[in-house]
């Protein structure tokens, strides 16, 4: 299948630690994005990172990408309640221009 | 001001009725998309349009019909709805470009009784 795979499917961790979501994938991208959904919401673009990019950042966001393994993991640093959401990879093919989401990572901030 | 708005959030209707769901981007986007999300959260590419032209189709029944009136609007018509096609139908958009990312509405919580 075309689209990606994260790892775990859920994830409960308590506040302040962080949590690391992976997302794995068989096919030749030009670009991987992670995504949020809040529950009853729509999906928010969080960061992109090319298929030539090891390595990015935005403020409590970490991702990292592996061509050679077909692998992305987003790190969410000392978490917070909000963090508590649903977190999509998305692959934008390098065939066609579709983006392909993965099931996603449900993640859970306990207090 | 919201970016992209679908209308109506809510959905619910009886087999075998036809509807629509309507959406709308003031980001100037050149691109529009349709998204299905299924109860288990899985989001699947429908339809993608740009500037108006349909460029992705997946397979799709073609008891969906999406239309384009204007790159800002994208619409989509279901006919002859079934049980089955109860889920979140997510519109977004994008700007030109493969490194864009989607800007997404709030969805339409569609469901066939």
């Known amino acids: 299948s075309q689209q990606g795979e994260e790892d775990p499917q859920a994830l409960s961790i308590q506040e302040g630690e962080n949590a690391t979501m992976n997302c794995s994938y068989k096919?030749?991208?030009?670009?991987l994005q992670w995504y949020r959904q809040n529950s009853g919401r729509g999906l928010v673009h969080l960061i992109l990172i090319r298929s030539n990019e090891r390595e990015k950042h935005s403020g409590r966001l970490r991702v990292t990408l592996d061509t050679s393994k077909k692998s992305s993991s987003l790190l969410i640093t000392a978490s917070r309640a909000a963090d508590t959401a649903s977190y999509f990879c998305a692959l934008r093919m390098n065939r066609d221009d579709k983006i392909i989401f993965g099931k996603g990572t449900r993640l859970h901030i306990l207090p | 001001d919201t970016a992209v708005s679908q209308t109506p959030k809510y959905l619910v209707t009886q087999m075998g009725n036809d509807k629509s769901i309507k959406c709308e981007q003031n980001?100037?986007?050149?691109?529009m998309y349709w998204y299905k999300q299924d109860s288990k959260k899985f989001l699947k590419i429908m339809f993608s349009?740009?500037?108006?032209?349909?460029?992705i189709n997946e397979t799709v029944p073609n008891r969906f019909s999406p239309k384009s009136p204007d790159k800002a609007h994208l619409n989509l018509h279901i006919n002859s709805l079934e049980l089955g096609d109860s889920a979140v139908y997510f519109c977004a958009s994008s700007p030109a470009g493969r490194v864009s990312p989607l800007h997404f509405g709030n969805g339409t919580r569609l469901t066939v009784t």
């Open positions: 349009y740009n500037n108006k032209e349909l460029i």
């Open positions: 096919t030749s991208i030009n670009n």
């Open positions: 980001l100037g986007h050149d691109t």
